[in-house]
């Protein structure tokens, strides 16, 4: 799994999109972009994409789709319209690009496939570069705004009191209890 953090502007969302499904499908791989205001860490999407993955793998999936599957899980929301405040919206907005080559099936760790996947994730970001609407930026992850995550994973200031988890660990609670929720 590849990340972009960057800035985007976007004037059409539906063509946006469009366009990052277009590269995926060049490259085979899934491309989903988030708000990064509501993404603490690497390891909160990489959560996501495994449970996805795993739903996907046993028939239980909400979506179609495994980039929106992504979504959800990474938003810990089982509705589509309510997960979406996670995704990108027409303006400027910081963000993180998730570029991932579907290895589900490589669990026996084939090196070769791997290392096609790792190229493809590659091609597929250095293509994402190119789009007029990616500017490249610095560590968006480096920079949680505690408040607004919170919020949206509604993590009380109580929850926060009286565990010693971090604001990841607790993102990724959440994240994990969509599997329970289903």
Same mark, same amino acid.
């Given at each position: 799994?590849?990340?972009?953090?960057?800035?985007?502007?976007?004037?059409?969302?539906?063509?946006?999109?469009?366009?990052?499904? !277009?590269?995926?499908?060049?490259?085979?791989?899934?491309?989903?972009?988030?708000?990064? !205001?509501?993404?603490?860490?690497?390891?909160?999407?990489?959560?996501?994409?495994?449970?996805?993955? !795993?739903? &996907?793998?046993?028939?239980?999936?909400?979506?179609?789709?495994?980039?929106?599957? &992504?979504?959800?899980?990474?938003?810990?929301?089982?509705? &589509?319209?309510?997960?979406?405040?996670?995704?990108?919206?027409?303006?400027?907005?910081?963000? &993180? /690009?998730?570029?991932?080559?579907?290895?589900?099936?490589?669990?026996?760790?084939?090196?070769?496939?791997?290392?096609?996947?790792?190229?493809?994730?590659?091609? @597929?970001?250095?293509?994402?570069?190119?789009?007029?609407?990616?500017?490249?930026?610095?560590?968006?992850?480096?920079?949680?705004?505690?408040?607004?995550?919170?919020?949206?994973?509604? /993590?009380?200031?109580?929850? !926060?009191?009286?565990?010693? @988890?971090?604001?990841?660990?607790?993102?990724?609670?959440?994240?994990?209890?969509?599997?329970?929720?289903?």
């Amino acid at each position: 799994m590849e990340l972009l953090e960057c800035t985007l502007t976007v004037d059409d969302l539906d063509e946006f999109v469009a366009q990052l499904g !277009r590269i995926g499908d060049r490259h085979d791989v899934t491309i989903q972009a988030f708000d990064a !205001r509501y993404v603490v860490d690497r390891s909160h999407l990489e959560h996501a994409q495994k449970l996805a993955d !795993r739903a &996907i793998a046993r028939g239980d999936n909400i979506a179609r789709d495994r980039a929106v599957e &992504i979504l959800l899980y990474a938003a810990g929301r089982r509705q &589509i319209n309510r997960a979406l405040e996670m995704g990108i919206d027409v303006g400027e907005t910081d963000a &993180i /690009i998730l570029i991932d080559a579907d290895c589900s099936g490589n669990e026996g760790g084939n090196e070769d496939e791997s290392a096609g996947a790792l190229e493809r994730e590659t091609a @597929a970001r250095q293509e994402l570069l190119t789009l007029d609407a990616v500017e490249p930026s610095g560590s968006t992850l480096e920079s949680v705004d505690t408040e607004t995550v919170c919020s949206f994973y509604d /993590i009380t200031d109580t929850e !926060r009191a009286t565990t010693d @988890a971090s604001l990841s660990d607790l993102v990724r609670e959440r994240v994990a209890l969509l599997e329970v929720e289903k």
